[in-house]
Every structure is written in C-alpha cells, then in structure tokens.
C-alpha cells in the first residue's frame, strides 16, 4: 500500500525539509519499519531503545489516533494520509489533536507551537456579526484564537444571509449572536465565544472591551464607529479597523499613541446625509475579502508577525481589483489622542447630532 | 501641472464610472477646480460652503493627508497622484453623503 505520510515542522530537517513523503506498509508497523530504513534520523525519533514507538510520538491514520484504531497493527489503504505527531514538553502542551488541527501554521517557522499557544490565549472582541464580522470570526476561530467576543443585538434577517456567513438560513429570526456561536463551535471546539447580546453604548463599551486584548470594528454606523474608537483609545486597546461601501473597501488598524479614526476622518458625515445600510447593495464578497484582512491583521498583531496596517490605510476597489494604500497619521489637534485632547471619557453619542461626535469632555 | 485624480466608487456617478482622471493645477485647490469644470458637482461633494475640504473626506497627494501638508493650497508636481478617500462604514454598507 501506498500511503501519505505528514512529517510535522520539528522532524522536517530529517527528511530533506518535506512535509509529506510517501511510505509503504501493510500496517502502521510495516510502514514505521519502512521510514527508518529510508529516514535514518527520522526512525530514531520513532523509535525508543526498545524498538517501539515512543509514548510521546502519537501516529495519526486519516486524522485517527491509532491507539483508536488497532495501534501499530491499524491497517493501510492506498491513498491514506498518515501523520507522525510529537507532543511537545512542558505544562501548556498542545494537545495531539490541536498539534493536527493546527499543522498548517505551527509548521511556519515564525508560528510553530509557542505561536499557537499565543493563538490559543488570545481574546479578541469583534464588534458585529454580519458582513465583515462574519468572516473575520470565521478565520480567527479556524486559527484557534482562544477567546472570541462577539458584540451584537440583531436578529437574523433573510436577506442578511447573502453576506454574513457566520450564520445559516434555519437561523433567521435568531439572535445573531447566538448563531454565531453555534457556527463557530462547528467550526472549532477550542474557541470560547463570548455572545453579548447588546447594542455598543457608552454605558457599555469600556466594559467590556477591557475583557479583550484587541477589538475588530466591524460596524454599519459611524455612531459606533467613533464610540469603538474612543473606547479602545481610552482602554489602550489595538482597534482593527474595516468599512465598506459599494465596492470600495477600508481597513486600518489603530495602535493607541499612533493616530486614531478621529486623526483619519475628524468627523462622520452628517447623520440626516447617511442612508440607512439597507439602501445600498453590495456583493457579500467584498466585507469578505475586508473582514478577512481583519483578521490577517488581529493575527499579525497577537503573533508579533510582519508590520500591520498601523499607519496605513488599505483601500480597496474591487472593480479594478486594486488595492493602494495612503498615509495615516496621528494628529496633534485630534480632540481624543492629540497633544491637548478635550476627550478624556467616552460621551452620549447617540443622543448628540453628529457634529458634535467630534468632541466631548 | 497634468496630475492623476483617483476617484472612489462613491463619485463615480458623476465621472462617468471612470477611476481615474487626468487633471491640471498648480495646488490642489485649481485641480479641484479643473475637475468640476469637467465633472460638474464633484467640488461641492468634496468641500463645504466655506470652501475647505469636508472632513468626512480625505484627499491625499502622493499618499500623504493634505491636513498634514498644505491643505488646498498643497503643491502639485506634474505626474501627482491625487487620491479622494471617503469614510465609509457598513459591515453590510452603508454610504456616506458622497454617493452620486
């Protein structure tokens, strides 16, 4: 039989650097046998001075355990993928299952393990479940981060489900929050999701997002936006920025000390000028590809990978299928993080007409 | 100055769907002013009644903020490249005033 077998990124330099090398064998025994006499180095690893399989090497066939299975005697089909698993040293192991579900990255070199432990213990507040909040939570959950936030007060719309793909059509007239949790639990068992069930407000917002590391805007009114943004500022918190319009998209991200949205638009249109969100049409697509450069950037930033968006507004114009970037800065004048700010506490935003977004003391 | 004007999808009503437009100016605020001569309407999308730049709207040259640099009265070198940026909010969509 010719199988698949999955060399995990610690015993990669035993075999030439390859993830996947094929092996042969009747059973999981045959196929051990086989891989130590072509991987010299590789076989001492599976191998104890026994001759058997050491306890910490754990064999997976098809994505089973083979002690699940019939141990080292499990026989093999054509075509089956097998993976050779070690568990790592230490008390804040991953286990052999997260070791697997999580190949693909801990096999990065500037991921592996530690990084997806950071994954693990991360929390991330995403505020919204629809558009853009929908697939950001999808990737960041598939990825394992730990803790998943999820902010809203809607119920689920029919015509909501042509973008907001953290739901499902049996799930229309259900809080959004509470199908979103249920799809991110199929989709990964590890992540806890915590569902608030209430509309952002300034009686709201500090506390709860000072429960998280970071937050992802993932909004549909400037009302919250600003609120979001003056909230994560005061709570010294990195905010993820997305918007999206028609066909143009934005994201941003806000490290505290380094600009914030007040720096980039000083002030959100007029609110009589704005038309309600379900007056304009988009293509789900397109908060998808914005959420999903979200949640790029919520993993950059907890992995300390490459350089964020920090700095750098990313717009995006699907009908040329461009994206160009432009300059942010913090603004010594910005009311909320310049050098005089008049904001010290987040204010009544819905109550006031919208000029008055831009300051309050 | 002949510079490049990069239009966001919010105006491209009143350019005739086109993403970008050569304009003339030797600072920003006769660039604005070539182009409304084309595009009629486009100015007072992008500026208020006293005339400065609204501030749900960003214009950058070169990729730079005009706030930070000059404002309208910003320089323009030939082959510039001038890019209109407005807010917009909508995890499903949402416009801004800016939509033609």
Not at chain 1, 18 to 44: C, F, I, M, N, W
């Amino acid at each position: 039989m010719t199988v698949t077998v999955y060399i995990p990124a610690p015993f990669r330099r035993l075999t030439g650097n390859r993830s996947y090398v094929e092996g042969h064998g009747q059973t999981v025994a045959e196929l051990l046998d086989e891989l130590k006499t072509r991987y010299p180095a590789l076989g001492d690893m599976l191998q104890n001075e026994a001759g058997e399989l050491p306890a910490h090497i754990h064999v997976y066939v098809n994505n089973q355990e083979i002690h699940s299975l019939q141990g080292e005697a499990t026989p093999l089909k054509d075509g089956d993928e097998v993976a050779v698993i070690p568990a790592i040293a230490g008390g804040q192991d991953l286990t052999p299952d997260q070791m697997l579900r999580y190949s693909r990255q801990i096999m990065i070199p500037q991921v592996g393990s530690a990084g997806q432990r950071k994954l693990l213990d991360a929390k991330v507040l995403i505020v919204g479940a629809g558009g853009l909040g929908s697939p950001a939570a999808v990737y960041l959950a598939a990825a394992g981060v730990g803790t998943l936030g999820i902010v809203d007060n809607d119920e689920l719309d029919l015509s909501n489900l042509q973008r907001q793909i953290l739901h499902h059509t049996p799930d229309v007239g259900r809080p959004k929050v509470e199908s979103a949790q249920e799809t991110i639990a199929l989709y990964n068992p590890d992540v806890r999701v915590i569902p608030h069930r209430v509309r952002l407000t300034s009686a709201n917002a500090m506390e709860i997002i000072a429960q998280y590391d970071m937050v992802v805007g993932a909004v549909d009114n400037f009302v919250t936006r600003y609120l979001l943004n003056d909230a994560c500022y005061l709570a010294g918190k990195p905010y993820i920025d997305g918007g999206v319009f028609l066909f143009e998209g934005q994201a941003t991200v806000f490290v505290p000390g380094r600009g914030c949205y007040r720096c980039l638009f000083p002030a959100p249109p007029p609110a009589d000028l704005v038309p309600s969100p379900s007056q304009v049409g988009l293509l789900g697509a397109l908060p998808g590809v914005i959420g999903v450069i979200e949640a790029f950037e919520v993993l950059k930033l907890i992995l300390g990978l490459g350089e964020s968006l920090s700095g750098r507004l990313l717009i995006f114009d699907a009908l040329t299928m461009e994206f160009r970037q432009v300059r942010t800065r913090r603004d010594p004048r910005c009311p909320l993080c310049g050098d005089a700010p008049t904001i010290h506490e987040i204010g009544d935003y819905e109550a006031s007409p919208s000029s008055s977004l831009a300051g309050h003391d | 100055m002949s510079v490049i004007v990069r239009i966001p999808t919010a105006l491209r009503k009143i350019t005739a769907d086109q993403d970008r437009i050569p304009a003339d100016g030797g600072d920003l605020s006769e660039c604005i002013a070539s182009l409304d001569a084309s595009y009629p309407g486009l100015k007072e999308r992008l500026c208020d009644e006293s005339g400065e730049i609204r501030r749900f709207v960003n214009i950058y040259v070169n990729g730079e903020d005009v706030r930070f640099l000059q404002g309208l009265a910003t320089p323009l070198k030939n082959g510039a490249e001038v890019s209109i940026v407005p807010a917009v909010a909508g995890g499903g969509g949402q416009a801004t005033e800016l939509e033609a």
